[in-house]
Antibody, heavy 121, light 106 residues
Framework: EVQLVQSGAEVKKSGESLKISCKGS????????IGWVRQMPGKGLEWMGI????????RYSPSFQGQVTISADKSISTAYLHWSSLKASDTAMYYC??????????????WGQGTLVTVSS | EIVLTQSPATLSLSPGERATLSCRAS??????LAWYQQKPGQAPRLLIY???NRATDVPARFSGSGSGTDFTLTISSLDPEDFAVYYC????????FGPGTKVDIK
């Protein structure tokens, strides 16, 4: 069974760093892209960026380029989303999602349960 | 840059009624259009990909159609579990979501 399990909720202060994780299981982790999606409170879905764990090829939405870093450790089938300096506006639910085929242009068929990040000023 | 517009923003219907949701792109996205359903407190769920293909385990009452810039998600007869927010997504140059349509109970 394909599963994406995300790390738990985080409460941080502005200026702090944070890395959240997404562990894949039940499939070949290196053969599918993993993307990250932001959902701010009461708002819609925003696609942030994507990584191919097989070779760490990473792409970012222009809106998130330079704001976050996406990485992956294929030895433990885990993708990460990292902030070096959080802002209050980073408060949101963050989802990871797997593409349903081996290109980044395929839709996302499996999703993590979400990680709630709360940043206080 | 492609922009996706969804209409209506809210659709108020009763169980058993037909729901028709629209997604319009500012330029052609070919057939690379997907639909997701999101219920409160849950992650999104893929319903339709490549305009008209139902994802695994998606009931047949969900169907997708369209091409180029105009796309439609139809729910033929609303089940109580279908009241949710629906997002379209294009998977062209940069994956992008529309703003969503909320289907609520009339």
């Amino acid at each position: 069974e394909v599963q994406l399990v995300q790390s738990g909720a985080e409460v941080k202060k502005s200026g702090e760093s944070l890395k959240i994780s997404c562990k894949g299981s039940g499939y070949s982790f290196t053969s599918y892209w993993i993307g990250w999606v932001r959902q701010m409170p009461g708002k819609g879905l925003e696609w942030m960026g994507i990584i191919y764990p097989g070779d760490s090829d990473t792409r970012y939405s222009p809106s998130f380029q330079g704001q976050v870093t996406i990485s992956a450790d294929k030895s433990i089938s885990t993708a990460y989303l990292h902030w070096s300096s959080l802002k209050a506006s980073d408060t949101a639910m963050y989802y990871c999602a797997r593409t349903m085929c081996s290109t980044m242009y395929c839709p996302d068929d499996y999703w993590g349960q979400g990680t709630l990040v709360t940043v206080s000023s | 840059e492609i922009v996706l517009t969804q209409s209506p923003a809210t659709l108020s219907l009763s169980p058993g009624e037909r729901a028709t949701l629209s997604c319009r792109a500012s330029q052609s996205v070919s057939s690379y259009l997907a639909w997701y359903q999101q219920k409160p407190g849950q992650a999104p769920r893929l319903l339709i990909y490549d305009t008209s293909n139902r994802a695994t385990d998606v009931p047949a009452r969900f169907s997708g159609s369209g091409s180029g810039t105009d796309f439609t998600l139809t729910i033929s007869s609303l089940d109580p579990e279908d009241f949710a927010v629906y997002y379209c997504q294009q998977r062209g140059s940069w994956p992008l979501f529309g703003p969503g349509t909320k289907v609520d109970i009339k």
